[in-house]
């Protein structure tokens, strides 16, 4: 029995990454970092939410987003810092940044992004060992009550949803 006024919100899609060893989400050892496990996978782009990739560079939706259409571009080598980055990785980081905002601004007609990266722990990168740029949508006041009291996000829109209209949007070559 609940506890009178004591609301629920399900987030079951969750679970998997409670469950998953805080190794996985960490970015340490390439085999062991989420994003390489990802990139590797032969599952479909549709289930690992890889929105776009090339030999260098991928787009992932974040799994956790903080809003809906919130994107990941991440070198496909294993690097944990721009310094890292060979000259032609980086060229090609900052062009797929820039594809993401475009496929993001025609998607959902944000107010404003936010572009970014978290470079180490300390920094606030929930994978500090793999490099990647956030690339997020924002609205006014789209930092509710929820977040602030419940630490909760609201989002309207599910993944499977996310993933197909961003890559819907994204420019073509």
Same mark, same amino acid.
């Given at each position: 029995?609940?506890?009178?006024?004591?609301?629920?919100?399900?987030?079951?899609?969750?679970? +998997?990454?409670?469950?998953?060893? #805080?190794?996985?989400?960490?970015?340490?050892?390439?085999?062991?970092?989420?994003?390489?496990?990802?990139?590797? #996978?032969?599952?479909?782009?549709?289930?690992? %939410?890889?929105?776009?990739?090339?030999?260098?560079?991928?787009?992932?939706?974040?799994?956790?987003? %903080?809003?809906?259409?919130?994107?990941?571009?991440?070198?496909?080598?294993?690097?944990?810092?721009?310094?890292?980055?060979?000259?032609?990785?980086?060229?090609?980081?900052?062009?797929?940044?820039?594809?993401?905002?475009?496929?993001?601004?025609?998607? %959902?007609?944000?107010?404003?992004?936010?572009?970014?990266?978290?470079?180490?722990?300390?920094?606030?990168?929930?994978?500090?060992?793999?490099?990647?740029?956030?690339?997020?949508?924002?609205?006014?006041?789209?930092?509710?009550?929820?977040?602030?009291?419940?630490?909760?996000?609201?989002?309207?829109?599910?993944?499977?949803?996310?993933?197909?209209?961003?890559?819907?949007?994204?420019?073509? +070559?």
């Amino acid at each position: 029995m609940s506890p009178e006024g004591l609301g629920r919100l399900w987030a079951g899609w969750r679970l +998997p990454y409670l469950e998953d060893s #805080s190794a996985h989400r960490d970015g340490g050892e390439k085999g062991t970092c989420i994003f390489c496990r990802i990139l590797a #996978s032969d599952q479909p782009p549709e289930e690992t %939410y890889v929105v776009w990739r090339d030999d260098t560079c991928a787009v992932l939706l974040n799994a956790f987003p %903080y809003t809906s259409g919130h994107l990941m571009i991440t070198p496909v080598r294993h690097v944990a810092d721009l310094e890292d980055c060979s000259p032609e990785e980086a060229a090609v980081l900052w062009q797929v940044v820039r594809d993401a905002v475009v496929a993001v601004r025609a998607a %959902y007609s944000p107010e404003g992004l936010n572009v970014g990266a978290n470079l180490g722990k300390a920094a606030g990168a929930g994978v500090p060992g793999h490099l990647h740029v956030h690339c997020v949508p924002r609205w006014s006041g789209d930092t509710n009550f929820m977040t602030t009291l419940a630490e909760t996000r609201v989002l309207p829109e599910a993944l499977p949803s996310t993933f197909e209209r961003v890559r819907a949007a994204w420019p073509q +070559p």
